[in-house]
């Protein structure tokens, strides 16, 4: 089975772009997340899905970040307008279930100039 | 202010050496540990998990858990450079991937 695919793996963004980040997850996964790493904060969560249906939106990141998933097999992230302190790694998983291990994908590198 | 703290931040052991990992919760509705290792530019993978209180083993690595304190530790006897990694230690209520909250990491080195 192939693992959770991330795509680009790279993205370098002017501030104020729009820029749209993939990800599939683990083929028959209900549950997907979305994740932004950085050193200083460490994983923070952006956005989670059950069966498609938005669960948790992570509240401070609700203005210019929106996460969909419009079917079982693909899901994106948009940040509307980029800015300069965006830049970090987004990192999408993947679960079977609720109390289960998460997969990762090998993430996407944003910088904002 | 973080919910997950580990320690210490970064950990240098020589080869064949014990590394150990600390991590705690100030969440007390936390019941389930997780640890994850991200090799540098790779993905998180998950290492091992504890939910109940007591020791695991699996190979090289062992966790503790105290319910009590909130408190896990990871263990890697013999330690290989392959080792070298950030370990991340993820706590939740009930075992939900939905609550889970990472905490920052700890930054292992084995130097040969």
Redesign the interface.
């Known amino acids: 089975d192939a693992g959770?695919t991330q795509t680009p793996r790279h993205e370098v963004a002017e501030k104020g772009q729009t820029i749209i980040l993939k990800c599939e997850p683990v083929s028959g996964h209900n549950?997907l997340?979305w994740y932004r790493q950085t050193?200083i904060?460490?994983?923070e969560?952006l956005s989670?899905f059950?069966s498609k249906s938005l669960?948790?939106d992570g509240g401070a990141f609700k203005d210019r970040f929106k996460a969909e998933m419009l079917n079982s097999s693909f899901s994106t992230l948009k940040i509307q307008p980029t800015e300069p302190k965006d830049s970090a790694v987004y990192?999408c998983a993947s679960?079977s279930g609720?109390?289960?291990?998460?997969y990762?994908?090998?993430?996407t590198r944003l910088s904002v100039l | 202010q973080q919910k997950v703290q580990q320690s210490p931040e970064s950990l240098i052991v020589p080869e064949g050496g014990m590394a150990s990992l600390n991590c705690t919760s100030s969440d007390r509705n936390v019941d389930y540990f997780w640890w994850y290792r991200q090799h540098s530019g790779k993905s998180p993978k998950m290492l091992m998990s504890i939910f109940s209180n007591g020791e695991k083993e699996e190979g090289r690595f062992t966790v503790h858990l105290n319910k009590a304190s909130l408190h896990t530790s990871l263990h890697i006897r013999d330690s290989q450079p392959s080792d070298s990694a950030l370990y991340l230690c993820a706590a939740s209520r009930g075992g939900s991937n939905a609550k889970l909250t990472f905490g920052k990491g700890t930054k292992l080195s084995v130097k040969s």
């Open positions: 959770v549950d997340f050193k904060q460490g994983l969560l989670y059950r669960m948790e990192l679960s609720t109390v289960n291990t998460l990762f994908g090998a993430g």
